[in-house]
């Protein structure tokens, strides 16, 4: 099993709707988890840090359930500008180390 | 407002040649990162510098060198390329990764023929 797994998609999503996906991970230790942005064929940026139960900013929530061990990212009123790949992140046991998902890429559509 | 800046952006190479792609970053971080990214297979960490002068080997180090030459750079290195190194290299810096915030160079696409 990989240590991060993700949903490739595409999630094709009208503007104005509502996408959710998951990420799931493999290291229970794991006590932080965050969300990067990747647009195309641009550099990933940080998008939200998850440190308990969830997170909230704007039209985007992100939340974790500890017991199956996995992250999801909700975006509510879809933007056109929300299209990107969605890199889910966890820090592995080692120091210096975050490991990444492969990515979920989401298409909002007009 | 550069924040982490790579050289060159495009690369192309044939089997065996030797390269160097530099990194540098001015928002005095003290760790910085390798990450290459493949189709289908997310950001794979190459090698990394916890701090100057100190370097350590990542998930997919093999057939690469690094140099911490002083607290701003960090450049990696392919002594005998191969088409295997095909891929699309990332810098990234970061103040701690308590913060889980890493920040990236623009991405070096290389080819190897």
């Known amino acids: 099993r990989k240590e991060v797994e993700q949903d490739p998609g595409p999630f094709n999503v009208p503007e104005g709707a509502t996408v959710a996906f998951n990420c799931t991970y493999s290291n229970s230790a794991s006590q932080s988890f965050f969300w990067y942005r990747q647009d195309c064929r641009k550099e990933p940026k940080l998008l939200m840090s998850v440190y308990s139960s969830g997170n909230e900013d704007g039209r985007f929530t992100a939340q974790l359930n500890r017991a199956s061990q996995y992250i999801s990212l909700l975006i509510r009123d879809s933007k056109l500008s929300d299209s990107a790949t969605y890199l889910c992140v966890v820090p592995t046991d080692s120091w210096g180390k975050l490991q990444f998902g492969a990515g979920t890429q989401v298409v909002v559509t007009p | 407002n550069a924040g982490v800046t790579q050289t060159p952006k495009f690369q192309v190479l044939k089997t065996g040649q030797s390269m160097t792609l530099q990194c540098a970053q001015d928002m005095n971080h003290n760790s910085m990162y390798w990450y290459r990214q493949d189709p289908g297979m997310g950001l794979r960490l190459i090698y990394y510098s916890a701090s100057e002068g100190t370097t350590d080997k990542g998930e997919v180090p093999n057939g690469y060198n690094v140099s911490r030459l002083n607290k701003r750079e960090f450049s990696l290195r392919l002594e005998s390329a191969a088409p295997s190194q095909t891929s699309v290299y990332f810098c990234?810096?970061?103040?701690?990764?308590?913060?889980?915030?890493?920040?990236f160079g623009e991405g070096s696409r290389l080819t190897v023929l």
């Open positions: 990234a810096s970061t103040a701690g990764l308590y913060t889980g915030e890493l920040f």
